[in-house]
């Protein structure tokens, strides 16, 4: 329950340090988000596999970056608590990545069909 | 698909995406809440807090929380909060030094009072702190937080005002404060340029962080590797102990990857004298040899103390391993005094078998409040400590060590998955991205 508590904690201080970023980032996610449910027939599912192949292109892309953005390396990846860590903060970046491009695929399909 | 659907034929993935903004708040909120706390204990005592580091301040926060009425003063003079466990980032080339800098003023709780001056001395008998300014400050409760003395005037010669000038060239030492750290990294650029002789030091004493020693070696190492000098480099680590880590099973790991990278380990030496302008190094065994040894880079670590005013007082131990140093006189265990039991200590100053981290810090902050609080309240301190401490010790950029353990010596991992001898990513990445989170947590007493 502490580990649970500091992780939130050590989330919550990093979080902090970008707030202006991240209130804007959310800002633009909700934005996008009462577009795409404003569309008279929102295709969520349909939008789902262009949403789902972003997310999962920006989590790769995290996997491979991650290291490098912290001074690391992927040839410093040790034993199975490092890969399952880096694979936790890809995935969490794939995730991130889902809640834009899921709306936002909404909109842009629905902007083909109106063509 | 139906476009006049009424808002009850709301789809479930709409629905799903309504109740996660609805909950996102809540999560993120939950982090920047107090700690869940019991109700507050009305008493209308004073607490002086001697220090306003990481301990002095985290004690503050939770006490504000936990007492209703408390006049709490916290002394120092200090307005710059530092980050210490990010020096050996800063003088290595890691961090910028800005990343160890913040202000004081800024982490205090409302509502308590700062006096700006120095502690010069304690009169436990008549329940008063006497500051170097001469003002005569009582309390009912103290808690004492003032940290370690580096005792650079142990060695003779040394000159701390002296790293990174051209008055010393190759004398760095990563513990005096951040621009000291700076100096050593630009220190350290200029000898991996060329290479040559460097020599690293351990005092006898207990130590503040006694992986600093450990981390700049093996980085001094990897910046020479890097810079393609290492071949026309030595580095010797002198230390003054029988060892270079008091826990036996790191000690030996560390032995064992210095032998590896090429470290040589000379034992029992102390650093007694330095020549800061012929770059000579002069070390003397137990049995009082003296040999000298010249150097392009040294790090000197300095002997460490308790300050003066702790020293030189009745709150000091007064026998036994501790009373070298005039450490506090701690319960290992509750943290308070053991016969001034309205005195708590908190952090460096302790005289504990180990810690003098922040992990130690993070762990025992909570534990000294919730004790003090049980004593005010009339009862017992009841909670007790196992001298939980933690390094991340950096093997290379890229790769360190996350060693726990406590008072015994036991290796004592926070997650069970976590292998402490393994060098690795993870624990790189806690030293370099996720620890300083950590420690403002702390700071603001709550976690």
């Known amino acids: 329950m502490y580990e649970i508590w500091l992780a939130m904690n050590i989330v919550w201080e990093i979080a902090l340090g970008f707030w202006p970023l991240l209130a804007l980032?959310?800002?633009?996610?909700?934005?996008?988000?009462?577009?795409?449910?404003?569309?008279?027939?929102?295709?969520?599912?349909?939008?789902?596999?262009?949403?789902?192949?972003?997310?999962?292109?920006?989590?790769?892309?995290?996997?491979?970056?991650?290291?490098?953005?912290?001074?690391?390396?992927?040839?410093?990846?040790?034993?199975?608590?490092?890969?399952?860590?880096?694979?936790?903060?890809?995935?969490?970046?794939?995730?991130?990545?889902?809640?834009?491009?899921?709306?936002?695929?909404?909109?842009?399909?629905?902007?083909?069909?109106?063509r | 698909m139906n476009e006049n659907r009424t808002p009850s034929a709301v789809d479930p993935n709409r629905r799903r995406?309504?109740?996660?903004?609805?909950?996102?708040?809540?999560?993120?909120?939950?982090?920047?809440?107090?700690v869940p706390a019991r109700a507050a204990v009305k008493t209308s005592t004073r607490i002086v807090i001697a220090g306003s580091g990481l301990g002095g301040i985290a004690v503050a926060n939770r006490l504000a929380r936990m007492l209703d009425g408390a006049r709490i003063t916290i002394i120092d003079r200090k307005e710059e909060?530092?980050?210490?466990?990010?020096?050996?980032?800063?003088?290595?080339?890691?961090?910028?030094?800005?990343?160890?800098?913040?202000?004081?003023?800024?982490?205090?709780?409302?509502g308590v009072e700062w006096v700006k001056d120095m502690v010069a001395g304690f009169d436990p008998s008549a329940n008063t702190v006497v500051t170097a300014g001469g003002q005569r400050i009582p309390y009912d409760f103290l808690?004492?937080?003032?940290?370690?003395?580096?005792?650079?005037?142990?060695?003779?010669?040394?000159?701390?005002?002296?790293?990174?000038?051209?008055?010393?060239?190759?004398?760095?030492?990563?513990?005096?404060?951040?621009?000291?750290?700076?100096?050593?990294?630009?220190?350290?650029?200029?000898?991996?340029?060329?290479?040559?002789n460097a020599v690293m030091t351990l005092?006898?004493?207990?130590?503040?962080c006694a992986g600093a020693p450990l981390k700049m070696s093996f980085m001094l190492r990897d910046r020479l590797f890097k810079a393609g000098t290492l071949g026309s480099s030595k580095i010797s680590f002198q230390s003054a102990l029988g060892n270079v880590f008091g826990v036996k099973v790191v000690n030996d790991n560390v032995l064992e990857r210095w032998k590896a990278l090429g470290i040589d380990v000379e034992f029992s030496r102390r650093l007694t004298?330095?020549?800061?302008g012929a770059r000579r190094a002069t070390f003397m065994s137990p049995e009082g040899e003296k040999q000298e040894m010249p150097y392009d880079f040294i790090h000197v670590v300095p002997p460490m103390r308790a300050p003066d005013a702790v020293k030189n007082s009745d709150l000091a131990w007064k026998e036994g391993p501790f009373a070298a140093g005039g450490w506090l006189e701690v319960d290992k265990g509750t943290l308070q005094h053991r016969r001034f039991p309205n005195v708590f200590?908190?952090?460096?100053?302790?005289?504990?078998?180990?810690?003098?981290?922040?992990?130690?810090?993070?762990?025992?902050?909570?534990?000294?409040?919730?004790?003090?609080?049980?004593?005010?309240?009339?009862?017992?301190?009841?909670e007790a400590f196992d001298g939980y401490t933690s390094c991340p010790l950096i093997t290379r950029e890229g790769s360190a060590m996350l060693i726990e353990f406590d008072y015994e010596g036991r290796l004592t991992p926070s997650l069970p998955m976590i292998e402490p001898l393994n060098d690795s990513f993870f624990a790189w990445l806690m030293k370099y991205r996720m620890l300083k989170p950590a420690y403002m947590a702390v700071l603001k007493g709550r976690v």
Request: aromatic residues 8%; hydrophobic residues 55%; glycine residues 8%.
């Open chain 2, 345 to 382: 200590g908190i952090g460096d100053i302790n005289g504990t078998p180990r810690g003098k981290t922040a992990a130690t810090v993070k762990k025992s902050a909570p534990l000294v409040a919730h004790n003090l609080v049980e004593v005010i309240a009339g009862r017992k301190a009841d």
């Open chain 2, 143 to 196: 808690v004492v937080a003032v940290g370690v003395q580096l005792d650079y005037a142990q060695i003779e010669g040394m000159d701390v005002g002296a790293i990174g000038t051209d008055k010393a060239p190759g004398l760095t030492s990563v513990y005096p404060g951040p621009q000291a750290a700076q100096a050593t990294w630009a220190a350290m650029q200029a000898f991996t340029a060329k290479g040559g």
């Open chain 2, 203 to 208: 005092p006898a004493t207990p130590l503040k």
């Open chain 2, 17 to 34: 995406w309504l109740q996660v903004l609805a909950a996102a708040p809540v999560l993120a909120g939950a982090a920047a809440a107090p």
């Open chain 1, 25 to 114: 980032g959310a800002a633009a996610w909700l934005v996008l988000l009462v577009l795409a449910w404003r569309q008279p027939a929102a295709h969520w599912r349909r939008a789902w596999p262009v949403a789902a192949g972003v997310a999962a292109a920006a989590a790769l892309i995290g996997f491979l970056i991650v290291p490098t953005t912290t001074r690391s390396s992927l040839q410093e990846l040790a034993y199975w608590v490092d890969w399952a860590n880096l694979a936790s903060i890809a995935l969490g970046i794939g995730v991130a990545a889902l809640a834009f491009a899921w709306p936002a695929s909404v909109l842009w399909r629905r902007s083909i069909i109106n």
């Open chain 2, 273 to 276: 004298a330095i020549d800061i």
């Open chain 2, 81 to 110: 909060h530092n980050y210490q466990p990010g020096y050996t980032l800063v003088a290595t080339g890691v961090w910028p030094v800005e990343k160890v800098q913040d202000r004081n003023a800024d982490y205090q709780p409302a």
